[in-house]
């Protein structure tokens, strides 16, 4: 490579289609003094090729030897083992403290192996993708990271043109401003952090928790339990960045169990991380009552009939069966016995949301009643749980929920 002073960036692309588009913002990065890194993921990339991370290198990484991975044929394989090998070379450049950076670019099938080498480094990395297909549904790309997403407008082929360029270089610039002038998360020493779970319906008790352990000197981390959000917050609990939870809504974890909605967690476990790390948690019951679609035709035909409510007229919220808040009480009290530190269940009495309280459209004490059931029939006695006679949202609801957590705290600290 050569010797630049400055940042490592890497650029992550298939480069038997798209060398020119990379060899484009490596100009651009090298314009900045910086140090760019050229990761190959393109199988059919020709070995004269001049590649920093060669696609040999690549698919060695992926645990491959390149030509009988191409000989297999099974495009998924292929694309699964390049996207692993490249987050294995940018895990170790990381690692060595010679990646400051990555920029993937792409088209479908390059966007998901570039995505998938990003997504596994760590929540506040730089990582920026230009896609021809970001305008679509780009979950699967961005599952519960924080990679910056831009849509190449024009499709990246034949080389850089004057629409291509633009992009390309507006792309760069935004990455290379993450790397020069962003900020890392980091966590200053006896620091006291709360990781927190919300959704609209249970907006209230968040604002109010989050406001009065700001004022007690917490730092408070909301998380919207959406899928990616649950998932995010799991990853960040597994890393150490927080010392206790309130888990106020564990929305996702009923579609984890059912498996339908448009908040099922991107990775499944929800409700295990705090668990496995020892970390006092207080768990709530937000959301667990309903499960969030889109647009009234995204329901599924054998959910067409259950009570529904349209949050608005992309978010419809349907009424969970009463087989499945049983089957989600005895998933949630096993993952809570399985806790190696203080774990505590408070289960507000007058509704888990604002269309789950009295009068609203979800309104089904008797459902929520089979899951309260359900949760005492398998939680072990290690794991305590309360009734309050009060609505989630209620003042004094978020009131117990955060003296519950600092008795907690208090007690870890004893």
């Known amino acids: 490579m050569q010797n630049i002073s400055g940042k490592h960036i890497a650029i992550v692309g298939t480069m038997d289609t798209k060398e020119a588009e990379a060899r484009y913002l490596s100009k651009h990065i090298k314009k900045r003094r910086h140090r760019p890194i050229l990761i190959d993921v393109g199988p059919l990339t020709g070995s004269d090729v001049q590649i920093d991370y060669s696609n040999r290198n690549v698919a060695w990484y992926g645990g491959w030897n390149l030509k009988k991975l191409v000989e297999t044929g099974q495009r998924d394989q292929i694309m699964s083992t390049m996207g692993k090998g490249a987050a294995s070379v940018l895990i170790q450049l990381l690692k060595k403290n010679e990646l400051d950076g990555v920029i993937g670019i792409g088209g479908n099938q390059g966007s998901a192996m570039a995505a998938m080498a990003m997504q596994g480094l760590p929540i506040g990395f730089p990582k920026f993708l230009v896609s021809t297909v970001a305008s679509g549904n780009i979950r699967p790309y961005v599952g519960h990271t924080d990679i910056g997403v831009m849509f190449s407008v024009a499709d990246l082929v034949g080389g850089p043109n004057f629409v291509s360029r633009s992009i390309l270089s507006n792309a760069v610039s935004a990455l290379m401003g993450m790397v020069e002038h962003g900020e890392r998360i980091s966590l200053k020493k006896n620091e006291k952090s709360v990781a927190l779970s919300a959704l609209g319906n249970t907006e209230k008790a968040a604002d109010r928790i989050n406001r009065v352990l700001r004022g007690k000197g917490f730092q408070v981390i909301t998380f919207h339990a959406s899928g990616a959000g649950g998932t ?141 059931r359900s949760l005492k029939k398998h939680l072990s006695k290690n794991v305590r749980l309360e009734e309050i006679d009060a609505h989630i949202n209620d003042p004094e609801f978020a009131d117990i929920c955060i003296e519950n957590l600092i008795n907690l705290l208090d007690g870890e600290r004893k």
């Open 232 to 372: 995010a917050m799991e990853e960040l609990i597994e890393n150490g960045y927080f010392t206790g939870v309130i888990d106020l809504t564990p929305h996702e974890l009923i579609e984890e169990v059912v498996g339908l909605g448009a908040y099922v967690p991107v990775k499944p476990g929800r409700m295990t991380a705090a668990a496995k790390s020892g970390i006092p948690q207080i768990v709530s019951t937000g959301g667990l009552e309903y499960l969030c679609f889109g647009p009234k035709h995204t329901i599924p035909p054998k959910l067409k009939n259950r009570k529904t409510y349209f949050h608005n007229p992309y978010n419809a919220n349907v009424k969970a069966s009463r087989s499945e808040m049983e089957i989600v009480g005895k998933v949630m009290a096993e993952r809570l016995n399985a806790a190696k530190g203080p774990a505590k269940i408070l289960v507000p009495l007058r509704g888990w949301s604002i269309y789950g309280s009295r009068g609203g459209p979800l309104y089904d004490p008797q459902g929520n009643g089979i899951l309260i």
